[in-house]
Structure formats: C-alpha cells, structure tokens
C-alpha cells in the first residue's frame, strides 16, 4: 500500500515527516481492532483480532473484549489445554497455518495469541487458554504455533507478557516473584517464542511484575526483551493495559490498544512537549508501528478463502489427539462398535458441549457436533439412550428429577457413558476459580449410577483440572476430553469406540486436592500484592520435591496399546545432548507415544527440582514397530539461572537423563558428565581482581578496563605472569583504586559493580 510514486523510505524516514500529534495517533489504535491509517503518509492500517483457538472477528460498533458480542463464524479448534495435551508441535503449526488462512480471509493481519502464561494453580479461570505448568512444553508449542502462523503472513501476539498467572485483581495485582523463579519459570516460554518464531507482535500483560504495571516496565519491555532477547517487533497493550501512555512509551510499550478516545496520544503530546519523555522514544514506536504495517499490507491477501471443511477436519484430529485416557481398568474401552448392545449415553454435555471457554476467547463455531449423535452414528447396532443427568447452570432445575430418569436408562443398559464437566460459568476470563471439584449434583449422579450399573465411562469437558480424587476408583474407564473444540463429538465417538487410539498426556498435574497444589497458601494474594512463595516449584517440580503422591502425574495419558522403552543412548556435544532411545509398540493398535526426556543434576550446588522435562518428540507406531527416537537438548536448557552472577549457567555436574512416558513413569535412566560454565559468585568493590576476572559479566567489563589502565601505565602495568601481577590479582578492586599510581577511579569501580549488579537484578531497583 505504499505510494507507487514515492520512493521506499525506512519507518524512520516515514516518521520523520509526521507531526507530534500524528506520530502519538500512530502509536494508539483508531477503533476497537484496527491502528491508525495515514494513507497518504504510506501508512495502512493492521487490523488486529482474537485468538487464540479461532478467529473472533468483530465489526468495531459490537466490538468488546471479554466475549460478550458475536463474531463472524470461524472454526474453533480445541483451545490451548487441548492442543497442549497433544505434545505435538506439528499439529500446534498446523492449526497456526490454519488460523492463518482464515486471517487472511477475513483480512485480518495479526491474531491475537498464542497465550503461553504458566499454569501456577488449577484455580486460574484462564487455564484453558494456556498450554501448561511446564515453561519447555509451552515454549515449544507456542513457537510452533507461531510459525505455522506467521509462515502465511499472519502476525502473532504472544501473550500476556509477563506472569498473568491469575484473574484476581488481574489489572493490578503485582506478581511479585524473585528473579530465579522468574528467570526459569515465568519467562522462558516468552524467550522461547520471541527467539525463535520472531512474533510481529507481544502483547504485554494487565498485571503488574515486582511492583511495576507489565505495561510500564522498562526491564520487562526493554531491558530483557529487545535488549537480551534482540526483539525487534511491536509491544502492544492488553487491551486497556496502559496506565500511563508517556510512561508505557518510555518503557517500550509500542501500541497502546484499543483506541482510548485521544487520552492516549494527547498525554504523549503533552510529555513530549514538556521534556518529560524524549521524543525520541515516540519516534521508536511510531516506527515499529509503520513497520508491522507495511509487513501486514505486504501479506494480505484480499479474496483469500479457506477450506472449511478441511479445518473441521484439524478441529478433530486435535481433540482426538490432545484427549487423555485417564483410566481404563479392565480395558473396559474401547467399546466395540459393532455390538448390539444398550448404551445409556448420560449427562447433558454429550447433547449440549462444553466446548470453548469463556471471555475474549470465545469463537463463533462454524459447525457443533455434539457427542450424542456421533455415538449414535458410529455405534449402528447399538441401542444408545440418552438422559441429560443433570442440570447446567440452571440452579431451578429439578436435579433429582433428572437423576431418577439417568438412573433408570442406567439400570438397563450394558453400559454407560456419563458425560460430566464444568458448567461454562464455573471458569472463565476474568474471575478465578473457587475450588477444583466437580458440582455436586454431578459426582452424586455418578455415585448412584455406578451403584446401579458398574460398567460405566466417565467423559470429561472441563478446561481448568477437576479433582477426581472423591470420585475415581468408583468407575473403571476415564477419558479427559478437555475443551474439545467444534468436532468434539466425533473425536470423542472415535475414541470410545476405537476408532482412534488415545494419545494425549497431561500438560499438567492433576492433584489429589486443592490444598496441595504449590500455589495454596500464597493465592490469589492480599493487599494488591502475589508473592510467588513457592518460587520454581510449580506444577511437578513442586510434588516431586516434596514426593508427594498425585491423581495423575504430568505427562501422564494411557493408550488402547503398550509401549516398550530399550537401549538409551546420550551423545555430548559443545552445543548439547542427543538423547536416543528405541520405543516399540508392544500392543495391538497402532498408536503414538509421547517420548519425554527429564534432566536432573543431583549433585549441583544451586538447589534444584528432583527433574524437569527438557525434551519431547511424539511418535506414531504401528503394532510391533520400534523406532530410534532422538531428544535434542540445548546446552543452554541445561542451565539456571545464577542469581549471584546474574547470568545464566551450566554446572559443572553429572547431569542424570531420565526418559518415560510421565514424570512418574521413568522406564529408563544414564548419567553424563556435563563440564560446567565458569562459576563466579557476584563480585562487589571488595572482591579480588582475580574473581573480578572470573565472573562471566564482571570478567569482561574489567578486562575491558585494566585495557585502558595498561594503555596509560605503559611499563609500569605488571608483566603478564609477574608476582606483581599475582599480587595485583590478589587485591580487592577497591584497594586497587585507591593506590595513586593506578588510574583506576572509585567511580569506575562503582560503575562496574552496578554492572553485575544490574544484570543480576529483576529490574525492581531500576523500575521503582
Ligand atoms: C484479553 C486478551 C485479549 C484482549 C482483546 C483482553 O481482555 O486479556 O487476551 O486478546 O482482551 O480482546
């Protein structure tokens, strides 16, 4: 959409001949979904939707952003809790080039999503909308789904940057969380994304980190992520995240969204105009916006189309393959399809699904199957009855009517599938959850209908874990279905009849009860304030360290076959370790099997989780198969996050390699030596020059000093390898300078300590 006849000219250029008060329109959206437009300045508009499951594409007069309005249909896959149950990033790609096309179509330029927070407490209400309590896990799908989306010239927005781990309070609440935790837990999936998928856009969170609104945090948007991490993108606001828009746009904060009825750009005018904030900061933005622009007007493809059906098709290849079997005592399922049997089909979620969550997620499907009449349709010589069980969300209704009426189709029938889950209202956007059971009523009706009639499968829709602990060892066969997106219906039918073969694995851990999840006693916080208290110990770090017995353990899931693990091989090399390992499918399905791969280093000096995954591929076997699977793992994922030196490191240990098929289900385990990284404690004015010297950021910068003081000493700077320079290395820096004949200030001593100091920081001294 450039001007034909105007050169090509830089973002920089373009902004160079805008005024103030354009340059502040430019970095503040026009309308609900779309930036400023200056057609004849060459600048387009992008228009910007939610995501992240599907496309909700809003006109700007009904637009909102919690799920209130309608949208124009699109598919709506299976939200981020399914996909992540899938371990698979082929299918996370394939369903972002999918939400690409219908971008396109709609002419949409950057989709919102994907939302890669961690899942600190199964009470969040976002839950469903996040991959999983494993930052490598949601690192990897994200990016994946990120470039399957970009790779069609659709931007992402990964978000919510940073630590939106909960609802309560979520505009304000400061997650205060010391930087280890956050260096290793909270950002890495961000890193992972930013690094590898370049996302258009990130998306800063509500929330604030350590005391500073995510959306004015100068470490967070500048420090860590253009300057550590080299993005070079557009930051962009939750919508209505900005505070303070001359304070955002300092901090890094490019596009403020959605339009705030001119608040935003005259604030920026006036602290600009007043020396507040350096114009040169607005220039920054307004020219990443320009950028992102041309690149969305690059790519557009006006008239594009997408095949619907195809994309159906993926909605049910994913919630087949992200559902988890849970439990299958006396391989109750799978049900043979052919048999003449009595089905009673119970619970009003095979008729009426649950299957998206609430809030700005919210789809408008272009199809709904319901489970009721895909099991009717895969099972034609059944005889399938249906009772709904139980009431949702309707708290007048007659639930023991309903319960008498499911029990009587229990009673008399060969066996029963009982569709329980959450009610939508029990989780959403915006509110967090209260407890993780199922309602009442449900678990009573499951109580008496097994009590009538043992055969029974339970189905499972809910999006945030339910606590089956009250319940489970009361009926044989469980399959987590998740949200299952619009062709749930079927792929639950193809599982429960056999027609797929389960494959998905816990992305998180289901609990025995609420009290031991990690998060307990530090949540949702008081006073505005969430002290993550629990620190790296999130999810199976946290029951593994305390060996503490689960419902089901992270990474867990069950299959129609059995897999066999054999003959473990770690290759070393400067970039990491290739893990291979033989898996055969020992049963009679063919079927995939997740391969993780968990490090540990027992004996490292930095206190560290009992293991955590590093690794994963996904395989698909037929019966009697083996296959070679190799787990590469990045050296650098081998590292934490020395707090001392501020950086991170490799220790210096054996480093134990534990592969499985859950975090609890280790079949095979070697140990390989690792040569660490040069370890330093964090140096201050009285540390020696020679752990100065040592120090990976402090090594550097004062080698880089004693450069100029050898320059002006000349002779009299001691001789490489002199007991002079061995003395030398044997003072404190402080002493140094303050010996006459070296030109060494206390200043520039000073300067270096703020160096490690600074790089060692969580950006709390630097952005309070
Ligand atoms: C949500 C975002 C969403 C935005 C736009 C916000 O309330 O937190 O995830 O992308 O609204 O709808």
């Not at 809030?359 to 895909?374: I, Y």
């Not at 499951?446 to 055969?455: C, E, S, Y």
Request: with cysteine; glycine share 10%; hydrophobic share 40%.
């Amino acid at each position: 959409m450039n001007n034909p006849n105007r050169p090509a000219e830089t973002p920089g250029e373009t902004v160079a001949r805008l005024t103030l008060a354009e340059k502040a329109g430019l970095t503040t959206g026009a309308g609900w979904w779309h930036t400023t437009a200056y057609p004849d300045a060459g600048i387009p508009e992008v228009r910007l939707s939610d995501g992240p499951h599907g496309l909700r594409l809003q006109n700007d007069t009904r637009a909102d952003h919690l799920g209130i309005n309608g949208s124009a249909p699109a598919t709506c896959f299976p939200p981020a809790v399914t996909l992540a149950c899938t371990w698979d990033s082929d299918l996370a790609r394939r369903v972002g080039d999918a939400l690409a096309r219908e971008s396109l179509a709609h002419g949409v330029h950057v989709l919102l999503g994907p939302g890669v927070n961690i899942k600190r407490s199964p009470l969040c209400g976002r839950n469903f909308e996040y991959f999983s309590e494993d930052p490598l896990l949601s690192g990897v799908l994200g990016t994946a789904w990120v470039k399957g989306l970009q790779a069609q010239g659709v931007g992402a927005s990964v978000k919510h940057f940073a630590a939106n781990n909960q609802e309560t309070g979520r505009m304000s609440v400061s997650a205060d969380i010391d930087v280890r935790t956050l260096r290793e837990i909270y950002l890495p999936a961000f890193h992972r994304v930013v690094t590898e998928a370049e996302p258009w856009t990130v998306m800063c969170a509500y929330n604030r980190v350590n005391g500073v609104h995510a959306s004015q945090n100068p470490w967070l948007l500048t420090d860590v992520l253009r300057g550590e991490w080299g993005y070079d993108g557009v930051v962009v606001s939750d919508w209505g995240a900005v505070v303070d828009r001359a304070r955002a746009l300092a901090a890094g904060l490019d596009l403020e969204m959605p339009s705030s009825s001119g608040a935003g750009p005259a604030r920026a005018v006036a602290a600009v105009e007043s020396g507040e904030l350096p114009e040169e900061a607005l220039d920054r933005s307004a020219a990443r916006v320009v950028a992102l622009a041309r690149k969305a007007a690059e790519h557009a493809r006006p008239g594009a189309a997408f095949d619907a059906a195809a994309h159906h098709e993926l909605a049910r290849e994913v919630a087949t393959r992200g559902a988890v079997l849970l439990k299958n005592d006396g391989a109750l399922l799978p049900l043979d399809p052919a048999a003449a049997q009595r089905i009673a089909v119970i619970g009003e979620f095979a008729r009426t699904p649950r299957y998206q969550g609430e809030g700005s997620s919210r789809v408008n499907p272009t199809r709904l199957e319901d489970a009721l009449t895909s099991i009717v349709e895969a099972a034609p010589a059944a005889h399938v009855t249906f009772a709904p069980g139980f009431p949702v969300d309707a708290p007048d209704a007659d639930a023991a009517a309903l319960q008498e009426e499911a029990l009587r189709a229990a009673e008399s029938a060969d066996v029963v599938v009982l569709f329980l889950g959450l009610p939508p209202s029990f989780e959403s956007e915006g509110y967090d959850r209260e407890h993780i059971e199922l309602p009442e009523e449900q678990t009573r009706l499951l109580a008496a209908v097994v009590a009538v009639n043992a055969n029974a499968v339970v189905v499972l829709s809910n999006g945030g874990v339910v606590r089956p602990a009250g319940w489970i060892d009361g009926v044989p066969a469980v399959l987590e279905g998740w949200l299952s997106g619009q062709a749930g219906g079927s792929a639950t039918a193809d599982l429960l009849f056999g027609r797929a073969n389960p494959s998905g694995r816990l992305a998180e851990t289901i609990p025995l009860r609420l009290a031991d999840t990690p998060a307990y006693l530090a949540w949702p916080g008081e006073n505005g304030h969430v002290t993550y208290s629990e620190g790296l110990f999130v999810g199976y770090r946290h029951y593994d360290a305390r060996d503490m017995a689960v419902s089901f353990p992270f990474g867990h899931g069950l299959s129609y076959t059995t897999f066999a693990y054999a003959d473990l091989r770690v290759v070393p090399d400067a970039g990491g370790l290739d893990v291979t390992v033989a898996v055969t499918n020992t049963g009679e399905r063919s079927g995939h099997e997740v391969v993780q791969v968990y490090v540990a280093a027992p004996g490292a000096r930095a206190r560290r989780p009992v293991r955590e995954l590093k690794g994963f591929a996904t395989v698909c076997l037929a019966p009697g198969e083996t296959q070679d699977v190799t787990v590469r793992i990045a050296r650098a994922d081998l590292a934490y996050f020395d707090t001392a030196a501020g950086t991170w490191l490799v220790e210096d240990a054996d480093h134990r390699i534990d592969v499985g098929a859950s975090s609890r289900d280790i079949r095979l385990t070697t140990t390989v030596p690792v040569d660490g990284d040069a370890y330093a404690d964090q140096p201050d004015a009285d540390s020696t020059v020679e752990v100065w010297l040592a120090h990976p950021v402090g090594g550097p910068a004062i080698t880089a000093l004693l450069g100029r003081v050898q320059k002006s000493m000349g002779d009299a700077y001691p001789q490489e390898g002199s007991s002079r320079q061995r003395m030398v290395a044997n003072m404190r820096l402080s002493q140094l300078a303050g010996l006459p004949i070296v030109p060494l200030s206390f200043d520039d001593v000073q300067e270096l300590v703020e160096t490690v100091r600074s790089a060692a920081g969580t950006g709390r001294e630097a952005t309070s």
